[in-house]
């Protein structure tokens, strides 16, 4: 499907925000999901057009990275970390219970296009594992009965609140903060607990501190080596 001239605006709105166009190129894959659901032949183009770069390179970027979907997925995009430590916690008993509860499989969604789940690896949230991820955002310390209520909530059409972040709104939402940030959710939640600065506080407790960063070693020159 062509690209809009709205879609076009909003892609060269990126890249005047860095230094360098190429350097838009995630963002702006992540608005594309957010407006078209996916990223397409056509809206790799357009990319490759405001970046300044081949189709090939845009291709490449959109390729590598799981996060870029070529295809549709759903209004709900629920991962499941299972990473060694959300692994070792239950993350695949979380992910089995889900995949029952909504009968698909890995990075497949359900009929209806409601729910699509996706096993993804370690979102560095690993002091509230097991940690799923509805929309992109954290569900801390799930077990498979609370990650299986999450979306029967959802799925009733309840207002589900993040563990440490926003209401859940939808992906495609999610998608257009990861092109442009300022979407006033900032400050919603809990972003930093106990928990997660125990370790903090157990250093200083002890009076640690981090070593100190040595100086760069000299460039090597005929007077380095003399
Ligand atoms: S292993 Fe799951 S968040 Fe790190």
Known sequence: MPISDSTREQLDELVARYP?????LMPMLHLLQSIEGEVTPDGIGACADAAGVSAAEATAVASFYTMYKRRPGATHHIGVCVNTMCGLLGGDAVYDALAQRLGVGHDQATE????????IECQAACTHAPVMTVDWEFMD???PSSAVDVVDRLARGE?????RGPVIRDWRA?????AFPEDGLAGE???VD???????AVAKERGMAAPGVPDPAPTAGPEATA
């Open 194 to 200: 106990a928990k997660m600065l125990a370790g903090l």
């Open 20 to 24: 360098r166009p190429r350097s838009a």
């Open 159 to 163: 207002e589900v609140a993040s563990t």
């Open 189 to 191: 939640g809990t972003p």
């Open 141 to 143: 310390d799930v077990t």
């Open 112 to 119: 209806d296009g409601a729910f699509w789940l996706e096993r």
């Open 174 to 178: 999610s998608e257009r903060t990861l």
